[in-house]
């Protein structure tokens, strides 16, 4: 599948109602967007800490937020037909790093409401942050981000024992054996970030789940044309 990265980040300004709908009609069958928590507990839509005016999101209401910054449940109806993976941003370190995990709990509830399972994902570079997803919502489908190399072998067996059914790693730590791997595990294969023509035809040619790029239009033709035989790269 195509996932479009913060929408069609490449024609349109990231995670904006404009970006998520240009990655619709791009054919994108997925979107990818971010989360943080607002001042007053809202889910905004936003991939940095940071608004561009330099102000923290976790100390903005999200009625002072900028004007083109969605929160989640806007975010979710723009995405209407398709399916949306929440990238929850919570690490330690961050800035705006919430221990309690708040934000997990405001992200399970919400897109539980409104969307099938089927058509979510949740995924965060903190693994437990994803542990404390699935325990408030055990029926969201979920994945963990991954863009160190912890040994293929490693990486896949704590997530099957964490009880996710995703992993989405980094392009560069991806090969065709890594992707069997998962598979064989019972994972599904999300890979970020792949613009380039020849590697998303090498990776749907793996058989990978999910591909997350930042030109849904170019993933889109060369996926189409590698299932019916006339994709010509270059």
Same mark, same amino acid.
């Given at each position: 599948m195509v996932v479009a990265h913060r929408g069609a980040s490449h024609d349109r300004p990231e995670n904006t109602a404009a970006a998520f709908t240009e990655a619709r009609l791009q054919?994108?069958?997925?979107? *990818?967007?971010?989360?943080?928590l607002s001042?007053?507990?809202?889910l905004m839509v936003h991939h940095d800490a940071h608004y561009g005016d330099g102000r923290l999101v976790r100390e903005v209401p999200a009625g002072d937020s900028p004007e083109d910054?969605?929160?989640?449940? &806007?975010?979710? *109806?723009? $995405?209407?037909?398709?399916?949306?993976?929440? *990238?929850?941003?919570?690490?330690?370190? #961050?800035?705006?790093?919430?221990?309690s995990d708040l934000? $997990? &709990?405001?992200?399970?509830?919400?897109?539980?409401?409104?969307?099938? !399972?089927? =058509?979510?994902?949740?995924?965060?570079?903190?693994? !437990?942050?994803v542990d404390r997803i699935r325990a408030s919502e055990p029926?969201? /489908?979920?994945?963990?981000?991954?863009?160190?190399?912890?040994?293929? #072998?490693l990486m896949l067996d704590r997530a099957v024992a964490h009880g996710h059914g995703a992993v989405c790693p980094w392009d560069t730590l991806? #090969? *065709?054996?890594?992707? =069997?791997?998962?598979? &064989?595990?019972?994972?599904?294969?999300?890979?970020?970030?792949?613009?380039?023509?020849?590697?998303i035809l090498q990776l749907a040619d793996w058989e990978v789940?999910?591909?997350?790029?930042? $030109? /849904?239009?170019?993933?889109?033709?060369?996926?189409?044309g590698h299932l019916d035989g006339t994709w010509v790269d270059g």
């Open positions: 054919g994108a069958d997925w979107v *990818e967007l971010d989360v943080r001042a007053d507990d809202v910054v969605l929160n989640l449940a &806007e975010a979710l *109806e723009a $995405c209407d037909g398709m399916g949306v993976n929440v *990238e929850v941003k919570n690490l330690p370190g #961050d800035p705006d790093h919430d221990a934000v $997990c &709990e405001a992200v399970a509830g919400l897109v539980a409401a409104y969307r099938p !399972t089927d =058509e979510l994902l949740v995924s965060s570079f903190d693994i !437990t942050a029926s969201l /489908p979920t994945g963990w981000l991954v863009m160190e190399r912890h040994g293929t #072998d991806v #090969d *065709e054996s890594m992707v =069997e791997a998962a598979h &064989e595990r019972g994972l599904r294969v999300v890979v970020w970030t792949v613009d380039d023509p020849g590697r789940d999910g591909i997350i790029t930042d $030109c /849904p239009g170019v993933a889109r033709r060369v996926i189409d």
